[in-house]
């Protein structure tokens, strides 16, 4: 039983024809219908492709991106989130070299944020495309007044087939094709290759779709999943999994037709998998079957000397039709930093508000959307004006990315601010008569470096008093 069930995502694509999307003779043996196998993944298969799909897309610094048969837009939908920082305006903080400022921003796995300022979306279902539009529609203004937006950015929504010409997409950066060749009509499937990479040439090109050879999973060795949908083509025998799939490659075929594909429009490739069952098959067969994804990146080879292919006029009846242009405008304080000095009284404050042992991470201050407002969303800004500051001190984390960096009062403040914010705290816990209380702080231990947060713990009584 496939316990993570696959999105369809009808669009446009091709491919080149010596290598068919499934063998064309039926030698395939008559099907043998079995009991389902359980075979369950977490996090779902779809969440698995779309994190592999971003983390390239982040590996690669792509600046604009087109996803061919969008369907609901989710993976649009992730792409219009703002980046968490602007680049700065130089590569130097106060004389230091900046390398790592912008360095796993938001995550840990050591890349930086998208910073996308355009978008596209393809499919041919009006029912998913309208999906789509709402999930690239820009947030009320009032949501920009706690998570200010930093970059602008430029959504389209189009429907259309693939195997016509769209000339707005030829200066795309990455192009993503998720779930999608599969499904394509023998009239469409041709064009996949030739017209995404052949005339809109983008730096990426990004495909997955499914194994076949991984459907064994599904049943018992010599038996075919019951769920599965026998070739609608009628040119195999084999059982897919969905029933609007008109082939899936096994590994080898798959490798086989990226490998031709690059080498005919002038690109280099890289093949994987991914999509791990989370149960160990029965019968042994895991290094055998692999995952339940394929997944491609296409890297183009700028020093190419192959022809391109003449775009084609389409006929009328068959051109894209825009459906929507959304805009995501920025913050007006977007990259229009104040002076250190305002910058810095307002981390001053903040830190006062409630000061740890160990102070602030970066990060910390800078999710207080009053700073990086102060700093027009520029994280250089926000470490020079620390870095000038005769109260604050920055300390900088060998191999760390800045928003891991701390920061402190300097000199005697750090101490002042300690003994203040024990103060604050034993006068909530405890907010009896003096003499009382430095009883009770001498029979109380505090373990964490940090002093526990009298907001938090307000929170945490209110919680269980119900």
Known sequence: MFCSTTLLQKGVDGEKSDITDAPSNNTEPIPCYGKEAIVTFFPSLND???????????????????DVGCGAGVLLGCLCNSPAFLNSKDDKVEGKEN?????????????????????????????????????????????YLYMPRWQRLEAKIWRGS??????????IDCIVASE???????????????????????????ITTPNYAFNARFSAPGTIDPAGFLDPTGRTNRVFRHHDHKFEWTPSEFRAWCEDAAATWGYNVEV????????LDPWGRDDELGCASQVALFRRDDYWQGQRPEPSLPLQESIHELLETHIHLPHPRAGVPDSHEKICELVTK?????????????????????????????LDALLSAIEASPVLCLARKKDAAAREWNVKFA?????????????????RRFPQDDQTREEEIECATVQSSKWPNPKDEEQVSTSRDG
């Open 48 to 66: 698995t492709r779309r994190a592999w799909i971003l983390k390239k897309l982040r590996q690669e610094c792509v600046n604009s991106v087109l």
């Open 99 to 143: 390398t790592n400022i912008y360095r796993a921003s938001t995550s840990d796995d050591g890349f930086p944020d998208l910073k996308v300022s355009r978008i596209a979306g393809l499919d041919i279902s009006n029912r998913a495309l309208e999906k789509c539009i709402i999930n690239t529609t820009p947030l009320p203004i009032d949501y």
């Open 162 to 171: 693939l195997d016509v010409y769209n000339p707005e997409f030829e200066d």
């Open 180 to 206: 999608v060749i599969e499904h394509l009509p023998p009239s469409v499937l041709p064009a996949f290759a030739p017209t995404l990479l052949g005339l809109y040439r983008p730096r990426i090109l990004l």
């Open 272 to 279: 994987d998998a991914v999509g791990l069952a989370m149960e």
């Open 350 to 378: 903040y830190m006062e508000s409630y000061y740890f042992d160990d102070g602030y991470s970066v990060w910390d201050l800078w999710v207080e959307s009053t700073i990086s407002i102060a700093c027009g969303g520029r």
């Open 411 to 427: 000199g005697d403040k750090h101490r002042e601010a300690v003994e203040e914010s024990k103060k604050r705290y034993w006068d």
